[in-house]
C-alpha cells in the first residue's frame, strides 16, 4: 500500500513540523496574523517571526507580485540556499507559489529535510507575517495539500487556482499545470518513472556542482542544459505552451501562469500571453510584475554568476 502522509500529519502539522512551532493550547489562538496571546500573555507563535531583518549590503527590489514554482522542498536537487537568498532581496505585495514547492512524492519514499529548507519556509512565512499575501497553489507533487484547498495556514492561502488582476487591468489565470501534461494526466505509471530517472539525472547535476564549487565556478544545470537540446523534450513544452494557452483562451483571460516544467518562458501564443516561472531545482528563475503591470522573468542563478557570487559563498556567508 503506498504511504499517505495525511495518515500522519493534516496541512497545519507539516508546517508546524517544518518550523519548530507548536499548536496552540487550550484557551489560546494563533496569532501569527494578529491574534491575542493565550493566558498568561505568552504569545504562541514563534519569535523568530518578529525579530529585525540584518541590515544588507543592498537594496531590496520591490515587486507588485512575484510567481515561484517548482522549488522540490524535500529533496536533494532544490537550490534552497539560492532561494532563499532571493526572497531576501525582494519585497512584493503578493507572492504566488505556483506548485510542488514541497515534493510528496519524494517524501514517500524518505525523509530528508536540511535547515536550508526549514529556512525557505521560514522566509515565506515571515514574508505573509508583514503584509504580503502569499498564495499556494497546489501541484501535483504536493497534491496532498489540495483536499485542503479554501484553508489558510500561517497567513498563506491554499488554493487549487487563482486569478490574477495586473497593474495594468489584464485577467491572469494562475495553475500549476499539470492538468494539461498528458503524461501525469494518462499515464501515472510514466510520470513516476520519469521522476525516478529525473531525479538521477538531478543527483549528477548536484555531483557535478559540487566539482565545479571546487574550482570556485558558479553553479550551472546540467538537466537544465540537456533538456533544451533533446528534441522530444522541446516538442513537448511547445505542445504543453498551447494547451495551456487554450485553456486561458477558452476562460476568457489574458494570459496564464504556470510552473511544473521547469521552463521559465513569456510567450504570446495568439492573443493570449503564456508565462512560465520556471524552478528553483534547475534554472532557479522567477516571474516578476512591476509596479506598472509589466511582467518579466528573474534568472537569479544567471544574475549570482555575473555578480561573481557562487553558490559555495552563499552557502559559507549562511554557516
Not at 517544518?18 to 514563534?46: F, I, L, Q
Not at 486569478?163 to 489584464?170: S, V
Not at 574550482?215 to 537540446?229: A, E, N, Q, V
Request: with cysteine; hydrophobic share 40%; aromatic share 10%.
Amino acid at each position: 500500500m503506498m504511504f499517505d502522509p495525511r495518515s500522519l500529519f493534516d496541512a497545519q502539522d507539516l508546517l508546524d513540523e517544518a518550523v519548530g512551532k507548536s499548536r496552540p493550547h487550550d484557551g489560546e489562538r494563533d496569532t501569527s496574523r494578529g491574534g491575542k496571546a493565550g493566558a498568561g500573555g505568552k504569545s504562541n507563535y514563534p519569535e523568530w517571526l518578529d525579530l529585525p531583518e540584518p541590515r544588507g549590503f543592498r537594496p531590496k527590489r520591490k515587486y507588485r507580485t512575484v510567481w515561484i514554482s517548482d522549488v522540490h522542498l524535500g529533496t536533494r536537487g532544490c537550490n534552497a540556499a539560492m532561494l532563499v537568498d532571493f526572497l531576501r532581496a525582494i519585497e512584493c505585495e503578493t507572492l504566488y507559489l505556483v506548485g510542488d514547492i514541497v515534493d510528496g512524492w519524494r517524501l514517500r519514499k524518505g525523509w530528508y529535510w536540511p535547515d536550508a529548507h526549514n529556512e525557505v519556509v521560514r522566509r515565506v512565512l515571515k514574508m505573509a507575517h508583514r503584509g504580503t499575501r502569499v498564495v499556494f497553489v497546489a501541484g501535483n507533487h504536493d497534491e496532498v495539500l489540495r483536499d485542503y484547498a479554501g484553508l489558510s495556514f500561517g497567513g498563506v492561502e491554499l488554493v487549487l487556482e487563482a486569478e490574477h488582476i495586473t497593474a495594468d487591468g489584464r485577467t491572469l489565470l494562475v495553475q500549476h499545470g499539470d492538468a494539461f501534461d498528458g503524461v501525469v494526466l494518462y499515464a501515472r505509471w510514466l510520470a513516476f518513472l520519469g521522476d525516478k530517472a529525473y531525479g538521477l539525472m538531478l543527483r549528477l547535476n548536484i555531483v557535478l556542482n559540487r566539482v565545479r564549487r571546487k574550482f570556485h565556478l558558479p553553479y550551472w544545470s546540467l538537466s537544465s542544459y540537456l533538456k533544451k537540446r533533446v528534441k522530444n523534450a522541446v516538442q513537448y513544452v511547445c505542445n504543453f505552451e498551447e494547451a495551456v494557452a487554450a485553456e486561458a483562451l477558452s476562460r476568457g483571460a489574458d494570459g496564464i501562469v504556470c510552473g511544473h516544467i521547469h521552463c521559465a518562458e513569456i510567450r504570446q501564443i495568439g492573443s493570449v500571453t503564456y508565462y512560465n516561472d520556471g524552478d528553483w531545482v534547475e534554472s532557479c528563475t522567477a516571474l516578476v510584475e512591476e509596479a506598472d503591470g509589466a511582467i518579466h522573468i528573474v534568472d537569479w542563478a544567471a544574475e549570482t554568476r555575473a555578480a561573481g557570487t557562487t553558490l559555495a559563498k552563499l552557502e559559507e556567508a549562511r554557516a
